[in-house]
């Protein structure tokens, strides 16, 4: 059995690794949300919930030098590059100690160190990965840049520029499209010309594969094919994963345009850790060793948010600093 | 000989200025690139990078399909990559469809970052009028001066054009460098103002403006083509007895009030001109700037001529009638040195 590489803990076998890196992105976003509640992060949040086994399943394939740029919905795939959940929690929670200190805050987190960054503008990621992989073909490594977008983002200018650059230069980008089948409201089936977006690579001479978002197996299979594609200068891949977002687009969604069963049966039939769970289950894995790792990483992040919280706020005096590099240009 | 040379050097033409200052930066920095439409092969619609192509290849001199999106958003990707690229838009106005990654993304991530994340990018354009009507003509210095995060300067000579862009090369923040088209399309022996360039490579700082002519009565601020013309109207006026300091500004981010203020102080008057939009752009922001500086009563005049908040139109006489022009410059200098 192979065994899984960075985040997950050393010499655990590999479904295990899976398994605790969706219990600690599912914990992530739960300590999130009960930070929410507590009133410490303010404006829009968007958690992952139901989306996990996607940046799970990516996790595997990275590589320190592989860059990821990531979406609104950006926490699974800041974990999955291995950023440090800490600096992450603190940052979505506004704090001085946070990944920028303070003021990225949870849809705008940049981490130089392991070559993550997102951005709050749907579709805007797919240039700015573009840009990495063009630094990566100059380079002459192996290194891939993955642009996260959703299915609303692979509809934009942005993306189709990018493909096509990244296509005729046979760049190694790939496209995440964790395609949700939502853009807030608008559901894929209405406002997309093609029934997946997988299918349109052959428009920019990219691999196209579509995989089921919710099976954090085949996600670590078709992603991993999609990253050796790159790898090997072989050009760009759309991975599609289709999955399914559990609560609103933000939290504060009143979610007028699917009625509350239908989250109830999204929720039963397609959580990827019930579901992974379940397989485990079947080809004999002890159900306490998965409560074991449940358990852990949800105690695990409890800390983590009650450490955070104790962290100092911005001081209002540094509220003008790192404009520029210099401080210049300031109203004198 | 050095004779020679320095007459050579006032015939070349700017564009060829500018791309020597481009090869000599990507000469010295191997993380600097080009990237944008018609800058290999053409060289530029105005050639500002002819030979860049030839000399560093495909890979650092990036022919770009007519996608600006992508690729003004793959110069943020190349900055995280730690790359210095720049990124020509052609004409100024297309900015519209690229904008998102211009503000969003390359102007606010240092901030957003906490400082952790530099862009060094510089985005290179052509703007002002050359009769080319309202899609082809924008200055929009002050669009990009009103957003933070983006240092913006517009040059009027060789000499700074060629200082500048190293300089901008060179800058670990965001640039927006607007050259003038009118400028880049004259004739190296029609510019007033053409200080010797020299063949190496130089720098002139961001935020530092210069007195191209001393003057006493009046003093008349403003930048890129716009000091050409202020010269010549200085000119004009000197004539019938009237003394116009004229500062070229060079940057609108950061702007140098210090300049401007010290001179007005002594003038007593102070014209603004800009090429750009009238309304809540440079004008406007300079001569507050002045006044907060000098106080309410450290003025005797505060003038400003600007294009009055309509788009660029196509036929020569209407252009002509918006445009702030060596004509519409001499007759306010008057009106206003008519008043002391």
């Known amino acids: 059995m192979i065994r899984a590489n960075a985040e997950g803990n050393s010499g655990e076998p590999v479904t295990h690794a899976r398994f605790r890196r969706m219990a600690r992105m599912r914990a992530f976003d739960e300590a999130c949300l009960d930070a929410l509640r507590r009133g410490v992060i303010h404006g829009e949040l968007h958690v992952g919930l139901g989306q996990e086994a996607v940046a799970a399943g990516m996790a595997e394939s990275l590589r320190p030098e592989d860059a990821v740029v990531s979406s609104h919905r950006n926490h699974f795939h800041a974990l999955a590059k291995g950023v440090d959940a800490r ?87 790939v496209a995440l499209v964790e395609n949700n089948a939502l853009a807030i409201s608008v559901p894929f089936s209405e406002i997309s010309p093609t029934a997946t977006v997988a299918e349109r690579s052959s428009a920019y001479g990219a691999l196209g594969l579509h995989v089921d978002g919710t099976d954090v197996d085949a996600v670590a299979r078709v ?38 069963e239908e989250r109830r049966r999204l929720r039963e039939q397609f959580d990827p850790l019930t579901l992974y769970r379940a397989r485990l289950e079947a080809a004999g894995e002890s159900p306490d060793v998965l409560d074991g790792i449940l358990a852990a990483e949800k105690s695990g992040m409890k800390t983590l948010l009650a450490e955070v919280l104790e962290d100092e706020m911005p001081d209002p005096a540094g509220a003008l600093d790192h404009v520029f590099t210099d401080n210049a240009g300031r109203p004198a | 000989m050095n004779n020679r040379l320095a007459n050579d050097r006032r015939a070349m033409p700017l564009p060829a200025t500018i791309a020597e200052a481009i090869a000599l930066e990507m000469e010295r920095d191997p993380s600097i690139l080009c990237i944008g439409e018609d800058i290999g092969r053409a060289g530029g619609v105005f050639g500002t990078t002819r030979g860049l192509l030839d000399r560093f290849g495909r890979d650092r001199v990036v022919d770009a399909p007519i996608a600006e999106m992508a690729f003004s958003g793959m110069a943020v990707g190349l900055a995280q990559a730690g790359m210095r690229p720049l990124v020509e838009i052609m004409f100024v106005d297309f900015i519209g469809v690229c904008l998102e990654q211009v503000y969003n993304a390359a102007a606010k991530i240092p901030y957003m970052s906490g400082g952790r994340q530099r862009m060094p990018i510089v985005f290179k354009t052509a703007g002002g009028c050359i009769g080319s009507a309202a899609q082809h003509s924008q200055c929009l210095w002050g669009l990009f001066a009103h957003l933070p995060g983006i240092k913006v300067v517009a040059p009027c000579n060789p000499h700074d054009h060629k200082g500048l862009m190293a300089e901008a090369l060179r800058s670990d923040d965001p640039v927006v460098f607007i050259e003038h088209k009118d400028l880049l399309l004259r004739k190296g022996k029609d510019f007033r103002h053409h200080p010797e360039v020299p063949d190496e490579a130089y720098t002139v700082p961001m935020g530092k403006a210069a007195v191209v002519r001393p003057g006493t009565d009046v003093t008349l601020a403003t930048l890129s083509l716009s000091v050409e013309h202020a010269l010549e109207a200085a000119e004009t006026v000197a004539a019938e007895g009237i003394s116009v300091e004229v500062i070229d500004l060079r940057s609108i981010v950061p702007l140098d009030t210090d300049t401007v203020a010290r001179s007005a102080a002594s003038t007593g008057r102070l014209l603004v001109v800009d090429e750009d939009y009238l309304s809540f752009g440079l004008s406007a922001e300079l001569t507050l700037r002045v006044i907060e500086r000098l106080g309410l009563t450290g003025l005797r005049q505060v003038e400003r001529l600007a294009v009055p908040d309509v788009p660029i139109p196509a036929a020569l006489s209407l252009e002509k009638a918006v445009l702030p022009g060596p004509d519409k410059i001499a007759q306010r200098l008057r009106q206003m040195a008519g008043g002391r």
């Open chain 1, 87 to 173: 600096a992450l929690l603190a940052e979505i929670c506004e704090r001085e100690t946070g990944l920028c200190r303070g003021r990225g805050g949870h849809m705008h987190p940049f981490d130089p160190a392991t070559n993550f960054s997102a951005t709050g503008i749907v579709g805007a990621s797919l240039p700015v990965a573009l840009g990495y992989a063009h630094a990566f073909g100059m380079q002459g490594g192996d290194a891939v840049a993955i642009g996260v977008t959703g299915d609303g983002g692979s509809h934009t200018g942005g993306f189709h520029e990018s493909m096509v650059m990244a296509g005729a230069r046979r760049l190694p980008l």
């Open chain 1, 223 to 260: 992603f991993a094919q999609a990253m050796d594609h790159a790898r090997a200068g072989r050009g760009p891949v759309i991975v599609e994963a289709t999955c399914h977002r559990f609560r609103g687009h933000f939290e504060g969604d009143p979610e007028g345009y699917r009625p509350r």
